[in-house]
């Protein structure tokens, strides 16, 4: 369940949508009888559903691409 942060009432309507995608969890249930294959399952299905608001891409998608522009970096080591 995602809940809006206090003041910020714009965070409602978006928190109201995938709390309606998570329809298979009824309110107040305790998620620790759930496998976490299934919690994963769950998850993956809510983060590979394109949005409107990333143009019509999964948050997966965007993260990965994201990830790929980024420079690769080298780490000091001892010697």
Same mark, same amino acid.
């Given at each position: 369940?995602?809940?809006?942060?206090? =003041?910020k009432?714009?965070q409602?309507g /978006?928190n109201?949508?995938?709390?309606g *995608?998570?329809e298979?969890?009824?309110?107040?249930?305790d998620?620790?009888?759930h496998?976490?294959?299934t *919690?994963t399952?769950i998850?993956?299905k809510?983060?590979?559903?394109?949005?409107?608001?990333?143009?019509?891409?999964?948050p997966?998608?965007l993260f990965?691409? =994201? *990830?790929g /522009? *980024?420079p690769?970096?080298?780490?000091?080591? #001892? #010697?």
């Amino acid at each position: 369940m995602f809940f809006a942060h206090p =003041g910020k009432p714009w965070q409602r309507g /978006s928190n109201e949508n995938v709390n309606g *995608l998570l329809e298979w969890s009824p309110k107040h249930s305790d998620l620790s009888i759930h496998s976490a294959d299934t *919690l994963t399952a769950i998850a993956a299905k809510l983060n590979n559903r394109p949005r409107k608001r990333l143009n019509w891409q999964s948050p997966t998608q965007l993260f990965d691409t =994201g *990830l790929g /522009s *980024l420079p690769e970096t080298r780490v000091a080591t #001892a #010697a």
